[in-house]
């Protein structure tokens, strides 16, 4: 980072920490960079086993939406029947607010880690089937018939040929569901739960901790933020290998 960017840093601190001091915005509304770091200092520890107890809910939501929307779109994609009829099915479910559904998990998993899984899968599953039977659905047929043509197993076609230009739409799928899987963690949190970092926000907001909450806020942005970068570390090793398969070609 430039000096530069470093004094906007702390200009903006400055600007911030000046507009709780002079009560320009009540502490019900804002709080100051003091005041987050005196939460921190106060219930750090707390907020640090919150944020284990997330990261495992979003690590495991994720795994399982990624597994069933790839498997879902790659078979969706491949046959054309179910296509036909997987698609609409699944536009018009993911059109449903799922947020009316999060009832429903709680009837059925209780208001413990489960639940929120459960609802934050959900919310990743669509975007990521979708994507991912379109991209493959979208190819010109005849790569399909190139790979027979050549000896190509099943197998060999779909991870060799098909997967490999269908990734620019996989990889979008796979961002939009990500994001969804980790927003779904936290409102799940936040609704209903035991404990994470959307549990401890909805709990200082309740008691007007405004300190707590906004550094809530800011474990969740780093939760956001560092699944963001695997993705991105994921996604530079699929490009690798799309452009391994695409060279052997």
Same mark, same amino acid.
């Given at each position: 980072m430039t000096i530069r960017g470093v004094l906007v840093i702390v200009i903006i601190l400055g600007m911030w920490e000046a507009?709780?001091?002079?009560?320009?915005?009540?502490?019900?509304l804002l709080a100051s960079p003091s005041e987050i770091v005196d939460a921190l200092i106060a219930s750090g520890p707390e907020f640090f086993l919150a944020l284990r107890f997330t990261f495992v809910e979003i690590a495991t939501a994720l795994a399982v939406a990624w597994i069933l929307g790839l498997g879902t779109g790659i078979v969706a994609g491949m046959i054309p029947f179910l296509n036909a009829t997987a698609g609409p099915l699944l536009s018009s479910l993911f059109a449903v607010p799922l947020i009316t559904w999060y009832p429903l998990f709680m009837v059925w998993f209780g208001i413990g880690m489960t639940s929120k899984i459960a609802y934050a899968v959900v919310s990743g599953f669509f975007p990521i089937a979708i994507n991912t039977m379109n991209g493959i659905h979208g190819l010109d047929r005849r790569y399909s018939v190139f790979a027979e043509a050549i000896g190509c197993s099943?197998?060999?076609?779909?991870?060799?040929? %098909? %997967?490999?230009?269908? %990734?620019?739409?996989?990889m979008s799928g796979l961002r939009i569901g990500t994001a969804l899987v980790v927003i779904g963690?936290?409102?799940?949190?936040?609704l209903a739960s035991l404990g994470g970092i959307g549990f401890l926000i909805s709990y200082y907001r309740s008691i007007y901790a405004t300190g707590h909450v906004y550094l809530g806020i800011l474990f969740a942005l780093a939760c956001a933020l560092f699944t963001n970068w695997g993705l991105s570390l994921i996604e530079r090793r699929f490009t690798h290998w799309r452009d391994l398969q695409v060279g052997e070609r």
């Open positions: 507009i709780r001091r002079f009560n320009i915005v009540g502490p019900l099943r197998r060999q076609a779909i991870f060799r040929i %098909l %997967l490999p230009m269908a %990734l620019p739409s996989i963690v936290l409102v799940a949190e936040m």
